[in-house]
C-alpha cells in the first residue's frame, strides 16, 4: 500500500487574494502623507519620525529638508545616507520603515473587535480589512456589510453579503476596497444561551481582547463564532471545539423555515501563504474514516468556516442559535456532539 498517496478529503485551491509581498514592499513609492521612521543603528541620537509633507519633503536632523515622494525605501536610505555622511563619516545605513500610508487609508466600525483608521500599502479586500480590525465580533451580521465609497468613487454605497461568499467559496471575489472606504459590519441580536444568558463569543476570554496577531478565526455553523486564541499544535477540529461545536440545527429564528444543519464535506480552512492566502476545503467526514490522519494544524490568522449543507438553505452569520446547543455548552459535550454529527454524515 503507497502511504505517500494524495488524501482525498482535502482540496487545495490558491486564491488570487493580494497580500503584500517582499518584492511589492520594495517596489513601494513613498506617497504624500506616508508617515516614516528613520534609524541609525551606527548613530541612534538621530533617529526620528517624519512624515511627507505636501510638497513630498521630509524634515530631518543634520540635512535639513529632503526629496522624499516617488522613491522607493531603499532609494530613499542611500539618499539619506549620502546627504548625512557629509556631516558624520561612520553613518554608511538608513534604514525606513513606513509607520502609516497617508492616502490609503480606510475606516471600520461596527461590529469588528478593533473599529478604527487603518492604512495598507496594498489596499485589502472587504474580508482582509475586517480581519486586520481584529475580525468581526460574535454578534455581526456578516450578510449585509457596507462600504461607503470615498475618493472618485465617494457617494457610492454597497451592500455586500459576506456570508454568501464564505458559502460558495468566492471570497477571492469581495470587493477591494479604496482610499477613504468606510466599512460598517452591523450586528444584530447577541445568541441566547440557557436561561437567557447571552452566549458570549470568542473574542472575549476572562473580558480580556486577544491579540489579533495571535488569534484564529472560527466563522459559520458553530454554536459561538468569533476570534479565539492561538496556540501551538492547535488542529482545525480543536479549533471547531474550541468555538461550542457545529450547530445541529437552527430554525434561523422562525418556525416556518426549514432547518439548517453543518456540511461537515466542506470545511474552509483559509490560511496565509508566502506572497497570497490559500484555501483548503477540507472533507472532514473523509478525514474522520482514515487510520492515521495527518494532523491539519492551524496558524495565526487563520480563518475556519463552517458551511450549511446546500438542502437546508443558505445560513446567515449571526442569527439566532436554535436551543439544541447552547452558548454555555461544554468542550466535553461538543466532543460529542461533533462525533455524533460525525457519525450522521457516515450513515448518510
Given at each position: 500500500m503507497n502511504n505517500f498517496r494524495q488524501p482525498l478529503w482535502l482540496l487545495l485551491f490558491v486564491s488570487v487574494i493580494g497580500f503584500t509581498s517582499r518584492?511589492?514592499?520594495?517596489?513601494?513609492?513613498?506617497?504624500r502623507g506616508d508617515f516614516l521612521q528613520v534609524t541609525f543603528w551606527q548613530e541612534p541620537t538621530l533617529n526620528t519620525q517624519a512624515r511627507i509633507d505636501t510638497e513630498g519633503k521630509i524634515d530631518l536632523p543634520l540635512i535639513g529638508r529632503i526629496e522624499a515622494v516617488d522613491k522607493t525605501i531603499d532609494e530613499l536610505g542611500r539618499f539619506i545616507v549620502e546627504k548625512i555622511s557629509v556631516y558624520n563619516k561612520?553613518?554608511?545605513?538608513?534604514?525606513?520603515?513606513v509607520i502609516e500610508y497617508g492616502n490609503r487609508a480606510i475606516f471600520i466600525a461596527g461590529a469588528v473587535v478593533r473599529p478604527g483608521k487603518y492604512t495598507f500599502q496594498n489596499l485589502p479586500n472587504l474580508w482582509e480589512a475586517i480581519l486586520e480590525a481584529g475580525g468581526p465580533s460574535p454578534v455581526a451580521q456578516l450578510s449585509r456589510v457596507k462600504i461607503f465609497r470615498g475618493g472618485e468613487a465617494s457617494g457610492n454605497i454597497e451592500t455586500i453579503d459576506v456570508a454568501s461568499a464564505f458559502?460558495?467559496?468566492?471570497?477571492?471575489?469581495?470587493?477591494?476596497?479604496?482610499?477613504?472606504?468606510?466599512?460598517?459590519?452591523?450586528?444584530?441580536?447577541?445568541?441566547?444561551g440557557a436561561g437567557g444568558a447571552i452566549a458570549e463569543g470568542g473574542g472575549l476570554q476572562g473580558g480580556a481582547l486577544i491579540d489579533p496577531q495571535n488569534a484564529i478565526y472560527v466563522f459559520g455553523l458553530v454554536v459561538q463564532p468569533g476570534m479565539y486564541p492561538y496556540e501551538k499544535d492547535l488542529d482545525v477540529l480543536q479549533a471547531i471545539?474550541?468555538?461550542?461545536?457545529?450547530?445541529?440545527?437552527?430554525?434561523?429564528?422562525?418556525?416556518?423555515?426549514?432547518?439548517?444543519?453543518?456540511?461537515l464535506t466542506r470545511?474552509?480552512?483559509?490560511?496565509?501563504?508566502?506572497?497570497a492566502p490559500v484555501v483548503y476545503v477540507i472533507n472532514i467526514k473523509?478525514?474522520?474514516?482514515?487510520?492515521?490522519p495527518l494532523p491539519l494544524l492551524v496558524r495565526p490568522g487563520d480563518t475556519i468556516y463552517i458551511p450549511s449543507r446546500p438542502n437546508y438553505g443558505a445560513f446567515l452569520f449571526a442569527n439566532t442559535l436554535g436551543q439544541v446547543i447552547?452558548?454555555?455548552v461544554s468542550l466535553l459535550?461538543?466532543?460529542f456532539v461533533l462525533n455524533t454529527l460525525l457519525g450522521q454524515n457516515n450513515n448518510n
Open positions: 518584492a511589492q514592499a520594495q517596489d513601494y513609492k513613498l506617497e561612520k553613518i554608511s545605513q538608513a534604514n525606513i520603515t458559502e460558495s467559496g468566492n471570497v477571492k471575489n469581495l470587493p477591494k476596497l479604496g482610499p477613504g472606504d468606510y466599512v460598517s459590519v452591523p450586528s444584530v441580536a447577541p445568541a441566547m471545539i474550541r468555538a461550542g461545536g457545529p450547530v445541529l440545527q437552527q430554525n434561523g429564528g422562525g418556525n416556518n423555515r426549514a432547518p439548517i444543519e453543518p456540511d470545511v474552509r480552512l483559509i490560511s496565509r501563504g508566502a506572497d473523509d478525514y474522520t474514516k482514515q487510520a492515521a447552547t452558548g454555555t459535550t461538543s466532543y
